[in-house]
């Protein structure tokens, strides 16, 4: 990769998720009894109680866990953070200094090629995304049925709408993607209609628990301004660092360095915002699962936990996730900087190797965490007991018929799109210096599509992190369905 002319795009980011029961309030069996049979015992004469906050009895079967987890992930993650900080600082400097702009032309000296412009579009883009998911996650609370069939129907009218226009344009690769993507899409509808009804009934059941509880939709809604402002301070971050470090005529190790450790950093913190959120909102549904009512606002409770207790064992998780997508993340870097067609065919079959691996490992994390939410155990030992949990009672059958999943993925998907193409329209209609050959659309489009899906990933948790919990909660108890 040549560092003189190379780009650093934002790197995706990733799907958000909910969070755990009290720490004390977390069930976890004992090695020598893997029993599942019975079901929780709890204290019927105390008031307001949680989940796990019971008093043991000789017949439970699930017992509650406590103390820190997994806490030299928080350290490392903390020392990460302070290394940001500490390259933000000097990043944001150069930036204010230089005002955040060169009119798109190369600075003397050496520097970027990007102007304040380009942050203007991705604070667009951003802000679509957002308005987006927050109205999608209106629409499922208000017709919850309907919304799976209109996102497919919407889905597919506007991936063909979207084709047609690139053609129109000749943007001829971006329109034999959104072409592909349409004819793939219309088949899936087809093939999984039949699964469609059971998707409408659990996603009723989980949005009558967000309508009950407006404290998961206001979480979720917080999240995902935390991402965002995350997401806007690393832009600037990384602007800043390219005036820093950049010089023309050298390697530039320095700012290739920066760039790893930058994007890196930017996955772990995404990750760690993400699984905070579903570990909150797992232990949310999993109060109500076992408990009903009884709890006033199990939210409190559940952002306590997923903030101090099980915060290690959510860097661990979240620390596994993001050097995937960190190495995922260079070689379609990599992709783009080469012109010989065997490396870019090499890298694109490694590429797909590493996709399918992060595609497994990040649903298997998505389970797991709910069960780190309910039972309150580190990762390892709360990954094996959830998937052996969901084997034993035949529950993963049920999940391969769920649907939700896959709508969801459609939604950040659609959002996305919207947002990428926004960032085109402000290219054709701007004309930026920088992007006077057209070498930067694909770069600008890229980014845009990142941040709506990223918008759409993290407010979508309030429902995802219901449908995963709901499961693992089925799995360990599913005579609670009956209380």
């Given at each position: 990769?040549?560092?003189?002319?190379?780009?650093y795009?934002?790197?995706?980011?990733?799907?958000?998720?909910g969070?755990?029961?009290?720490q004390h309030?977390?069930?976890s069996?004992?090695?020598e009894?893997?029993?599942y049979?019975?079901?929780?015992?709890?204290?019927?004469?105390?008031?307001?109680?949680?989940?796990?906050?019971v008093?043991?009895?000789?017949?439970d079967?699930?017992?509650?866990?406590?103390g820190f987890k997994?806490?030299?992930?928080?350290?490392?993650?903390?020392?990460?953070?302070?290394?940001?900080?500490?390259?933000?600082v000097?990043g944001?400097?150069?930036f204010?200094?230089?005002?955040?702009?060169?009119?798109g032309?190369t600075?003397p000296?050496?520097?970027i090629?990007?102007d304040?412009?380009?942050?203007k579009?991705?604070g667009f883009?951003?802000?679509?995304?957002?308005g987006l998911?927050f109205l999608?996650?209106?629409?499922?609370?208000?017709?919850?049925?309907?919304l799976?069939?209109?996102?497919?129907v919407l889905s597919?009218?506007v991936?063909?709408a979207?084709?047609i226009?690139?053609f129109?344009?000749?943007y001829?690769?971006a329109?034999?993607?959104?072409l592909?993507f349409?004819?793939?899409?219309?088949f899936?509808f087809?093939?999984w209609?039949?699964?469609i009804?059971?998707?409408?009934?659990?996603?009723?059941s989980?949005t009558?628990?967000?309508?009950?509880?407006?404290?998961?939709?206001?979480?979720?809604?917080?999240?995902?301004?935390v991402?965002?402002?995350?997401s806007?301070?690393?832009?600037?971050t990384?602007?800043?660092?390219?005036?820093?470090y950049?010089?023309a005529?050298?390697s530039n190790?320095k700012?290739?360095a920066?760039?790893?450790?930058l994007?890196f950093?930017?996955?772990?913190?995404?990750?760690?915002?993400?699984?905070?959120?579903h570990?909150?909102?797992?232990?949310?549904?999993a109060t109500?699962y076992?408990?009903?009512?009884?709890?006033?606002?199990?939210?409190?409770g559940?952002?306590?936990?997923?903030l101090?207790t099980?915060?290690?064992t959510?860097?661990?998780?979240?620390?596994l996730?993001?050097?995937?997508n960190?190495i995922?993340?260079?070689?379609a870097?990599a992709r783009?900087?080469t012109d010989?067609?065997?490396?870019s065919?090499?890298l694109c079959?490694?590429?797909?190797?590493i996709?399918c691996?992060q595609?497994?490992?990040?649903?298997?994390?998505?389970?797991?965490?709910?069960?780190?939410a309910?039972y309150?155990?580190?990762?390892i030992?709360?990954?094996?007991?959830?998937?052996?949990?969901?084997?034993?009672?035949?529950?993963e059958?049920i999940?391969n018929?769920?649907l939700?999943?896959?709508?969801?993925?459609?939604?950040?998907l659609l959002?996305g799109?919207?947002?990428s193409?926004?960032?085109?329209l402000?290219?054709?209609i701007?004309?930026?210096?920088?992007n006077?050959?057209?070498g930067?659309?694909?770069?600008i489009?890229?980014?845009?599509?990142i941040?709506?899906m990223s918008m759409?990933?993290?407010i979508?948790?309030?429902?995802?992190?219901?449908?995963?919990?709901?499961?693992?909660?089925?799995a360990?108890?599913?005579?609670?369905?009956?209380?």
């Open positions: 990769m040549n560092p003189n002319n190379s780009y795009p934002p790197p995706p980011q990733p799907q958000q998720y969070a755990p029961p009290p309030q977390q069930y069996a004992p090695p009894q893997q029993q049979n019975a079901p929780p015992q709890y204290n019927q004469h105390q008031q307001n109680p949680e989940l796990g906050q008093l043991p009895s000789p017949n079967k699930i017992r509650p866990t406590s997994d806490v030299w992930a928080a350290v490392l993650y903390f020392c990460n953070l302070a290394a940001f900080i500490a390259l933000s000097v944001l400097r150069t204010s200094n230089n005002k955040g702009s060169y009119g032309t600075p000296g050496g520097g090629t990007f304040t412009d380009t942050v579009v991705f883009a951003a802000i679509v995304g957002f998911s999608y996650l209106l629409l499922a609370n208000i017709i919850p049925g309907p799976i069939t209109i996102t497919f597919i009218l991936y063909f979207v084709t226009y690139y129109y344009m000749h001829y690769s329109a034999i993607v959104f592909i349409s004819c793939l899409y219309l899936c087809w093939s209609r039949d699964r009804p059971f998707a409408k009934v659990m996603l009723k989980i009558s628990i967000t309508r009950r509880y407006w404290s998961t939709l206001v979480f979720g809604i917080l999240s995902l301004v991402q965002t402002i995350f806007i301070w690393f832009f600037l990384v602007v800043g660092v390219y005036q820093t950049y010089t005529g050298s190790s700012l290739n920066a760039m790893v450790f994007v950093s930017f996955y772990w913190t995404s990750q760690v915002i993400s699984y905070v959120t570990v909150t909102l797992a232990g949310v549904f109500v076992f408990l009903n009512n009884q709890v006033a606002h199990p939210i409190w559940s952002a306590k936990r997923a101090t099980s915060f290690g959510i860097c661990f998780g979240s620390l996730v993001a050097l995937v960190t995922r993340y260079f070689i870097v783009a900087d010989n067609p065997i490396v065919f090499v079959i490694l590429d797909c190797i996709a691996f595609g497994i490992f990040e649903w298997f994390n998505y389970y797991a965490f709910s069960g780190v309910i309150g155990e580190g990762f030992p709360s990954a094996k007991r959830t998937w052996q949990l969901i084997k034993d009672r035949g529950i059958a999940i018929d769920n939700i999943g896959n709508v969801l993925f459609m939604g950040s959002v799109v919207l947002s193409l926004l960032g085109y402000y290219l054709i701007s004309k930026p210096a920088y006077s050959s057209g930067a659309t694909p770069i489009v890229l980014v845009c599509f941040i709506g759409f990933s993290t979508s948790t309030v429902i995802s992190s219901g449908v995963a919990t709901t499961f693992v909660c089925l360990e108890d599913p005579e609670a369905l009956r209380r």
